[in-house]
């Protein structure tokens, strides 16, 4: 009985935050195929990890820091598991608008830059662009706020010159 309702209250908390895991895999993977494993790997390591969650932080924190691990840690076992970005693979709308269209290709070079970055740079842009505090991205990357911060400035001024290159 208490399995049944521990299993239950599990696959409630992957429904809730479903898209938070999501958007880890989209960052770390960039095919549907890869994607859809990496989205089951995590899972799997919440599962497994689950019975050991004690409430000292929010469990959307300590999901994103279990997805991200399990993100990392798969990239550092399977190199080869996200070699280079294909810009081909953002959606581009079709727009009269030159507006919208100037908009759209500083999108592509801006995740072109970030698909540059390594693990853990990727890891603070997304919880960055997430709106995350730097308490939250502390608590997530276990990184102290000083650090976050001169790590974020190094990235900002990295992704324009990566940008710039394009």
Not at 39 to 57: C, H, M, N, T
Not at 62 to 84: C, E, H, P
Request: proline letters at 2%; glycine letters at 4%; a neutral charge.
């Amino acid at each position: 009985m208490q399995q049944l309702q521990a299993e239950e209250e599990f696959e409630q908390q992957v429904r809730l935050h479903e898209a938070l895991l999501h958007k880890v895999c989209r960052l770390y993977a960039h095919t549907d195929a890869d994607r859809e494993d990496l989205f089951q790997e995590i899972v799997i390591q919440l599962w497994r990890s689950y019975p050991k969650f004690r409430g000292d932080a929010k469990r959307s924190t300590w999901m994103y820091r279990v997805a991200l691990n399990t993100a990392i840690t798969g990239l550092r076992r399977k190199k080869d598991f996200i070699q280079s970005y294909d810009p081909a693979m953002l959606p581009m709308q079709q727009t009269d608008d030159n507006s919208a269209a100037v908009k759209e290709e500083k999108l592509k070079e801006m995740y072109a830059g970030i698909s540059q970055l390594n693990e853990i740079e990727k890891a603070i842009v997304m919880l960055y662009m997430d709106d995350k505090s730097y308490d939250e991205m502390e608590e997530i990357l276990g990184m102290s706020q000083g650090n976050l911060r001169v790590k974020m400035t190094r990235i900002k001024d990295k992704l324009r010159q990566l940008t710039k290159q394009s």
